[in-house]
Structures are given as C-alpha cells and as structure tokens.
C-alpha cells in the first residue's frame, strides 16, 4: 500500500503565493514520475507539472514561469512552489506519483487526498 499526504493549500490573494508538498510513504521500490493535477469547479481535471525521476520537468503552459515543480528523493516528496498566483488558479490540486512495487507487482499510479486552492481578493 502506497500514502500520499499532501499539505500546502488554502487561500491567498491575486499575486500571492503558496507551496504545496506530497510525501509518499508505504510499499514500494522506487518513485518513478511525480506530478501535480488540478481540478477547478465544473472544469476536468487537468496536468499542473510533472517531474521525472531524471529531474526533467514540464508544465501546462498557464502555470509556466510562474509555478516550479521540485522532488526530494530522500524524503519520497514533491513540491510545487506557486507564485503570482491569480483567480483562475482556483482548484482543489492533486499529486500524483508513480510508483514501482517490485518485479511481481509492477508499477502502480497512486493519487493524493487533494488539498483546495482558493486565490481571491
């Protein structure tokens, strides 16, 4: 079994910023893809940034030059710093990791509890 505990969210005004965090923890080998999802009111869930286990990154292009997508792979954790943040970054964000369980179990996509974003003046 494989935990997603994610803190960061909650509400800030037009301009402002905020870092989320994820930290995985359970039953697993090794963390491959790591990966920040959005899903705003009445909208589908959308690709914030993704992170590969080589560090390469990439971003919606909404969020490019204002958000940046980090890991710590000691700590089995994903960051999203978000800066100059505006009304239409209002979502409930989700992580999203990619995990390999070993030989016999393979890979799995394991998905985070989500934690609300509200930008509003």
């Known amino acids: 079994q494989v935990q997603l505990v994610e803190s960061g969210g909650g509400l800030v005004q037009p301009g402002g910023s905020l870092r989320l965090s994820c930290a995985a923890s359970?039953?697993?080998?090794?963390?491959?893809?790591m990966g920040w999802y959005r899903q705003a009111p009445g909208k589908q869930r959308e690709l914030v940034a993704i992170?590969?286990?080589?560090?390469?990154?990439n971003y919606t292009d909404s969020v490019k030059g204002r958000f940046t997508i980090s890991r710590d792979n000691a700590k089995n954790t994903v960051y999203l710093q978000m800066n100059s943040l505006n009304l239409e970054d209002t979502a409930v964000y989700y992580c999203?990791?990619?995990?390999?369980?070993?030989?016999?179990?393979?890979?799995?996509?394991?998905w985070g509890q989500g934690t609300q974003v509200t930008v509003s003046s």
């Open positions: 359970g039953s697993f080998v090794s963390i491959n893809t």
């Open positions: 992170i590969t286990n080589g560090d390469s990154t």
């Open positions: 999203n990791v990619r995990v390999f369980r070993g030989y016999y179990r393979g890979s799995s996509t394991v």
